[in-house]
């Protein structure tokens, strides 16, 4: 079976710091990757997504980059972290056009 | 418009029966999907439903779809104080990887 897995589930990083959020599928080939982030608990926010390795779209232009290195691996980074990039970042795989997502359990991230 | 259309909260003793309502955008959506996440956690797929059905059942859950109206509802008999959740709805609207557009998110609060 497919699992997703992300980490770390919780941080903490001053403004201006770097950041690195890994996302890892496990049990699929070739799935769409996304990140997505979630404010205060409500909507959800697409901010990149990837149908394969080095394919990177990006959906709202910010502080925030995205990479595919690997199949099943998916990064979210920054160089310098914002007050407003504090949040609940989300990633996700499915396995195509019309396949539903699947998210992993998060990360609660706050800016300092 | 291109919202898919939520009630923010909802509130119902245990052991009624929830409601939840989503109104969608494109008349030619394929899959509709209703989603749970608990507090702190990602997103869980609870069911869905293909365009071309009216009704959709899994045990506690029932799913009416009116494609007429573009209304999608989510029915939790029986609730439990282990439904307070956010609901999401879904809809997956035309081609490619960016296919799937989410509400605002219903935040259910079950008192016992």
């Known amino acids: 079976s497919q699992t997703i897995h992300q980490w770390p589930a919780t941080l903490v990083q001053p403004v201006g710091s770097p950041l690195s959020l890994e996302c890892t599928v496990e049990?699929?080939?070739?799935?769409?990757l996304y990140w997505y982030r979630q404010a205060a608990g409500r909507g959800l926010q697409l901010l990149f997504y990837?149908?394969?390795?080095?394919?990177i779209s990006s959906e709202v232009p910010q502080n925030l980059s995205a990479s595919r290195p690997q199949d099943r691996q998916f990064i979210l980074s920054s160089k310098k972290l914002l007050l407003s990039d504090s949040g609940f970042y989300l990633c996700?795989?499915?396995?195509?056009?019309?396949?539903?997502?699947?998210f992993g359990n998060g990360t609660r991230l706050t800016v300092t | 418009g291109e919202d898919v259309e939520q009630s923010l909260f909802l509130s119902v003793r245990e052991g009624d029966s929830s409601v939840i309502n989503c109104t969608y955008t494109?008349?030619?959506?394929?899959?509709l999907y209703w989603y749970k996440q608990e507090p702190g956690a990602g997103l869980q797929l609870l069911t869905y439903?293909?365009?071309?059905?009216d009704m959709k059942q899994d045990q506690r859950l029932t799913v009416l779809l009116n494609k007429k109206d573009k209304h999608l509802s989510l029915r939790i008999a029986d609730t439990q104080t282990g439904d307070s959740a956010i609901y999401f709805c879904?809809?997956?609207?035309?081609?490619?990887?960016?296919?799937?557009?989410f509400g605002t998110g219903t935040r259910l609060t079950v008192i016992p």
């Open positions: 996700a795989w499915s396995g195509g056009q019309l396949s539903p997502l699947h």
């Open positions: 049990g699929t080939s070739n799935p769409n």
């Open positions: 990837s149908v394969g390795i080095g394919q």
């Open positions: 494109d008349s030619s959506s394929t899959y």
């Open positions: 439903i293909f365009s071309n059905m």
């Open positions: 879904a809809e997956s609207r035309g081609a490619g990887a960016n296919n799937l557009f």
